[in-house]
């Protein structure tokens, strides 16, 4: 089976240019045709002799993949999916959202990085369908290169299926070549990567590079969060604020706090208090949430209404504070709605 050039590193492409007989610059020049010229075979980098293109080919392919299937929702949000081959002709899917503010200043892409979830958090369909693999950086990349439209892509965000963190060497290789000079050359303030907070790979994950990071929070009591997810029992919220707080977040990049908001659940006055005493003294930002009610579950979305109620709150008391409004959920592309448990049994 020929491997993937997409998604390699230029010091990678070095290699493989001259493992095939090739100069080492060669490497600079697939890089080029990979991630500026978006080529999508090894043909079409005809700065390559014809010779060097076919001893490519004995191996390698540029191994991009179209979307197998898009939605799109009454307000403009896409949903894509991705079907990614794996060992022995078995498959993986996942999902990717494309998000348009609706005034052409913001285009947000939202990629999965692992095909379902380990982490079961009880308010999202990707936990609910267990785990099924890792994505490799070009499988990352691929969800930004094939998308319609990915010219005029504002932002990414690392907030699809999966927890970024259980694949952190991917991740980062996939933030490195979308803000590399040789790479896509963005810079790493257009990127975020969401996570739970899993303290040692967000210190690797902090030290490694500029993007912005978004703590999955939704609740501030460490005996409250156990029960909507599980993952608090192995890491405490306090170690992974404790770990924040040792960096600087006063200059550009970004410390946003993910909550969303469940009625009864986590949306009192107590609540706002606790988060306000959780990250006091930490320069950064909440994200409110709504709910995207899936189904058999007890939990349900406050009101408008109370979400902004307690917004305030948080911001009267000097926290930026702000209500996120969940897109696309009539084609469920919003917010803990990914899911590919049916794609995935109906691919194989
Ligand atoms: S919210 Fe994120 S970490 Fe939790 S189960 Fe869903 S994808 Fe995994």
Not at 163 to 181: A, F, G, Q, R
Request: hydrophobic letters at 35%; glycine letters at 10%.
């Amino acid at each position: 089976m020929a491997k993937a050039l997409y998604g390699l590193t230029l010091v990678e492409l070095q290699e493989i240019a001259l493992s095939v007989g090739l100069k080492k610059f060669a490497g600079a020049q697939i890089a080029d045709w990979l991630y500026s010229k978006n080529v999508e075979s090894i043909d079409g980098m005809t700065n390559l002799s014809l010779k060097a293109r076919e001893a490519l080919k004995e191996g390698y392919e540029v191994g991009r993949t179209a979307p197998a299937e898009v939605l799109t929702s009454k307000d403009g949000t896409r949903k894509m999916l991705y079907r990614y081959g794996r060992e022995g002709g078995k498959e993986i899917a996942v999902e990717t959202a494309y998000i348009p503010d609706g005034y052409g200043e913001r285009n947000t892409l939202c990629v999965s990085s692992q095909a379902g979830c380990k982490m079961s958090c009880e308010f999202c369909m990707t936990g609910r369908q267990g785990f099924g693999g890792n994505l490799t950086a070009g499988e990352i990349l691929n969800q930004m290169a094939s998308t319609e439209g990915h010219e005029d892509l504002t932002n990414i965000v690392y907030m699809g299926m999966g927890e970024p963190m259980d694949n952190l060497v991917e991740v980062l290789k996939s933030i490195e070549i979308m803000t590399s000079k040789w790479g896509y050359a963005w810079s790493p303030r257009r990127i975020t990567v969401s996570t739970i907070g899993i303290p040692e790979r967000v210190k690797t994950f902090l030290d490694s590079c500029e993007a912005h990071i978004a703590i999955s929070l939704h609740s501030p009591r460490s005996e409250e969060r156990v029960n909507i997810m599980p993952v608090e029992k192995a890491y405490p919220i306090e170690e992974t604020i404790d770990l924040l707080r040792g960096y600087d977040w006063e200059g550009q990049r970004r410390l946003t706090f993910e909550y969303t908001m469940f009625d009864g659940v986590n949306d009192s006055r107590s609540h706002a208090d606790a988060l306000l005493a959780l990250v006091k003294g930490l320069h950064c930002r909440v994200n409110l949430i709504g709910f995207n009610a899936i189904p058999d579950s007890r939990l349900k979305g406050t009101s408008l209404r109370k979400m902004a109620e307690f917004r305030d709150y948080l911001c009267n008391k000097g926290l930026t504070a702000t209500i996120r409004q969940s897109k696309g959920s009539d084609i469920e592309a919003a917010c803990g709605m990914l899911s590919t448990k049916r794609k995935q049994v109906e691919g194989q």
